[in-house]
């Protein structure tokens, strides 16, 4: 039986659980001015885009060690969004350490760093993705075409 790469569903406390990581990678990096922690992000967001979460150090640890252990409703929510939001966070991540490495303006890296935590902090806390809801939103103005998922409870809503 091949292993498929790309999954076409995820477990939502997984996923908010690696928010729940990115959140607070997020913050360990404007507290303590480790910016060469978000060059390591950028690449488990490339990853996680790329490849899947199966492939993604904080995947596996949100869903093996963080999502067992808190009280998030477990049910199966498509990947398509999740891996567009990923990828809006993947292209923030590598503004950031671009700006970082090249020695530019550490106000931006910073804001763009704060974003990221804000927008993951309101999926861990809410389960609210904004990534998802541009990506429903271009799907509906058809501008994306959404996988069909047999399996989602949940699905995107065309308008």
């Given at each position: 039986m ?13 996923v ?17 001015g480790w ?16 490849l ?5 150090p904080?995947?596996?640890l949100?869903?093996r ?9 477990s ?22 350490s671009?700006?970082?490495l ?14 990221l ?10 389960g ?6 541009v ?12 996988p ?12």
């Amino acid at each position: 039986m091949k292993t498929q790469r790309i999954p076409d569903t995820v477990e939502e406390p997984s996923v908010r659980a690696v928010a729940l990581l990115t959140a607070l990678s997020g913050v360990v990096v404007l507290s303590t001015g480790w910016f060469w922690l978000l060059p390591v992000l950028t690449l488990d967001f490339g990853l996680r885009v790329v490849l899947g979460p199966r492939f993604s150090p904080l995947a596996s640890l949100g869903g093996r060690w963080v999502a067992p252990y808190v009280q998030w409703e477990s049910r199966r929510i498509p990947f398509s969004p999740k891996r567009f939001a990923a990828g809006i966070g993947f292209a923030m991540l590598v503004a950031a350490s671009l700006l970082w490495l090249v020695g530019g303006p550490l106000l931006s890296v910073a804001g763009l760093t704060g974003l990221l935590v804000v927008f993951a902090l309101l999926e861990a806390a809410t389960g609210f993705c904004a990534g998802c809801a541009v990506y429903n939103q271009l799907v509906r103005v058809g501008l994306l075409k959404h996988p069909e998922c047999p399996d989602c409870r949940v699905s995107v809503e065309k308008g």
